[in-house]
């Protein structure tokens, strides 16, 4: 929420990672968007170009600037979620895990913040994943947004990726991503979810998802599993392993989405 730097900087940073050994640590700049005369220098100066990875942007929803696609760099949400660690902040926080990779290709989504542990008159007061509002008592709760945000992090690990066809939007409202790890291993993440965002009046889907929808998937060749693993977290009911979904000879399977429901689907 400051100004981004210079390019100078960036390039200088850069050339010092790679000369400390540090050339696989990749640089994110203009944390809050492509402002500040960022776009013209990405267009102007390869160097710079060539020095960082990807730009971070605050709640994107499906905002865009078409030069960060253009020159081939990531779209990172480096700021996220904002909301109260209900059930209502946790749909906003589960439906923008899948929707930032939907909408814009974002690959990273951080959530401000991980843990509230702030005095009560501060604004904003309880916007985090868990809270501990004395930690020097020990006491802490594990809230609504831990459950979401497990649905992804407990089934994939840094290195796999997001496929695209593979990922999108369900057809009676909702979004689903896939994840692979290029070993023959599949996490499927769909969502329902309606809690709404601080921002972009709520950032909610397209179109609001029925009450009850059945989506059909097909594995792709090289994805051998003959049932997927199922975990399922709505209001009333946080990371619940259900009954496992069976895959035909041909790689076909279904599932019965509720309405206001996240669920993972992974191979065993």
């Known amino acids: 929420e400051k100004p981004w730097g210079s390019v100078d900087y960036t390039v200088q940073l850069r050339a010092a990672l790679d000369k400390a050994g540090f050339a696989g640590t990749q640089i994110i700049v203009a944390d ?5 005369g960022l776009q013209a220098a990405m267009d102007s100066d390869a160097a710079f170009r060539s020095s960082f990875y990807g730009v971070g942007m605050h709640y994107p ?3 865009q600037w078409k030069d960060v696609l253009d020159h081939g760099k ?13 059930w209502g902040g946790a749909g906003c926080w589960g439906r923008m895990l899948n929707q930032n990779y939907v909408r814009i ?3 990273a989504s951080i959530a401000w913040s991980l843990i509230w542990s702030a005095y009560t008159n501060l604004d904003c007061f309880g916007n985090g994943l868990l809270y501990a509002f ?11 947004p831990v459950w979401t945000t497990a649905h992804t992090t407990q089934f994939v690990k840094p290195g796999w990726k997001y496929l695209r066809p593979g990922s999108g939007v369900l057809p009676q409202g909702g979004t689903y991503v896939t994840l692979v790890d290029g070993l023959g291993n599949l996490t499927l993440i ?3 979810l ?4 601080m921002y972009h009046d709520g950032c909610y889907h397209d179109t609001h998802p029925a009450p009850q929808q059945q989506v059909d998937f097909s594995l792709a060749k090289g994805v051998l599993a003959q049932r997927l693993v199922a975990w399922l977290t709505n209001e009333t009911h946080h990371f619940v392993r259900l009954a ?16 206001g429901t996240l669920v993972t689907l992974t191979t065993p």
Do not use: I
Request: glycine share 10%; hydrophobic share 30%; aromatic share 12%.
């Open 61 to 63: 929803c499906d905002l």
């Open 105 to 107: 290709n974002t690959t």
């Open 74 to 86: 990531r779209y990172w949400s480096s700021e996220e979620a904002s909301v109260p660690a209900d």
């Open 194 to 197: 309606v809690g709404k965002c």
């Open 134 to 144: 004395q930690p020097w008592s020990g006491q802490f709760s594990v809230n609504s």
């Open 32 to 36: 809050g968007g492509p402002h500040g």
């Open 244 to 259: 496992d979904v069976p895959v035909d000879e041909e790689g076909r399977f279904h599932f019965v989405m509720p309405f």
């Open 190 to 192: 769909l969502e329902t």
